[in-house]
Every structure is written in C-alpha cells, then in structure tokens.
C-alpha cells in the first residue's frame, strides 16, 4: 500500500513549456486534490474531483487543468508555464474518513 | 467566507510545551485538523476532532475547541526537537463539505 504518490519529485522548466504532474493513490478515495504551497501562503486548492470523470475548480485554478479519467490517477497539466508557477504542488485524496492524505510533493521551477 | 488563521512563528525550549493557536471563521465546520509537514516532506495528518467535541488528547498532543470564540489549539507536551516542523490548522465545513480550507502554517522551532 503506496498511499499517495506523486511523479516527478522536481521539474525546472522554462517559460512557456509545458508538463503534466501525475498523483496516484491506492486507497480507492472517491476525492483528489492538487494544491500549490507557497511560502506564508499555506496551501491553496488549484483543482479537486468528487470522483472519476469529474473535477472542479478550486481557489486558483487558472494556468492550470486536470483530468481523472481513472480513480486512481488525478493528472495536473500545466499548457504554458509561468515563472509565478513555481511552487511546490502537493496532491491529496480522501476516501470515507473525511481526511486527507497527502503525497510527498513535487518541487517545480519555472525559469 | 472561508478563512483559517494563524501565527507563523512559534519558539519553545526542549522539554517545554508548545501551544499553536488557529482561528476560524466559518462557524458551519464539521471537522478540524492539524497537520505536521517536516522539511521537504508532505503533509501528515496529527489529529483531528468534530466540530461536536471539546477536547481531544492523543499521547502529548492535546487539541481544545472553542466553537464559541472559533478558536482551535494544538497542546504539544514535552516538546522534542523532533517536533519542529510547520504545523497546519485546516477545517471542513458544511458549506464546502468535500474541500479542506488550511491555514498558512505555523513554523515551530525547538531549543535545545
């Protein structure tokens, strides 16, 4: 039992670019999340799914989209990157329990 | 609206107690939780409580609810250099049931 994992670990990327960000879970939690951290900032909630096939938008979702064409993936896509999307992004799901749980982050720089 | 409060830094001697306070403002919570995020790691869940509850103790961590004043704390007994790290006040309230709103962290250092 993985928990939640994420791929890749870090990215630098340039203006521009663009890259996909995978979260998979092992759990079979309904619910997913992908958060950005920033310093001071706590985090905030780019995009959720309620369950597959399904996402919605969080607090700051724009610059970003995402799928969950399977349950146990949540894919964040990043079109055209931008150096203010560098961040640290943390993916979450939760199942019956009503807690989260959270992967161990993927570091990206955008140059 | 929705909005988790805390305060960002937190200084303790070893063998002292830490106490990290967090102020809420949606007063239809039905759950509240602490999380630990120690250097380039993810976040771990410590505890949590429901909005029902006053009081929850866990081995050195006591957690105290307020629903009066919307104020949560997060006891740490006996505090351990292992226990600095950011610690994160979040809730999930009725209004956005399947969403959790975190504060911005509390950064606790400990003194040996």
């Known amino acids: 039992n993985a928990g939640v994992t994420q791929t890749p670990k870090f990215r630098v990327l340039k203006t521009g670019q663009s890259m996909t960000l995978l979260c998979a879970q092992d759990m079979n939690h309904e619910y997913m999340y992908w958060y950005r951290q920033d310093p001071g900032m706590g985090l905030r909630l780019i995009h959720y799914s309620v369950g597959e096939g399904t996402t919605a938008k969080g607090e700051v979702p724009d610059g970003y989209n995402v799928s969950r064409l399977k349950k146990q993936n949540f894919l964040l896509g990043l079109e055209s990157a931008a150096p203010s999307q560098t961040s640290v992004y943390f993916c979450a799901s939760m199942g019956e329990s009503d807690t989260q749980y959270f992967g161990p982050g993927t570091r990206l720089t955008v140059l | 609206g929705e909005d988790v409060e805390q305060s960002l830094f937190l200084s303790v001697r070893e063998g002292d107690s830490s106490v990290i306070n967090c102020t809420y403002t949606?007063?239809?919570?039905?759950?509240l939780y602490w999380y630990k995020q120690e250097p380039g790691a993810g976040l771990q869940l410590l505890t949590y409580?429901?909005?029902?509850?006053d009081m929850k103790q866990d081995q050195r961590l006591t957690v105290l609810l307020n629903k009066k004043d919307k104020h949560l704390s997060l006891r740490i007994a006996d505090t351990q250099t292992g226990d600095s790290a950011i610690y994160f006040c979040a809730e999930m309230t009725k209004t956005s049931y399947d969403k959790v709103i975190f504060g911005p962290g509390t950064s606790l250092s400990v003194i040996p």
């Open positions: 409580i429901f909005s029902n509850m």
């Open positions: 949606d007063s239809s919570s039905t759950y």
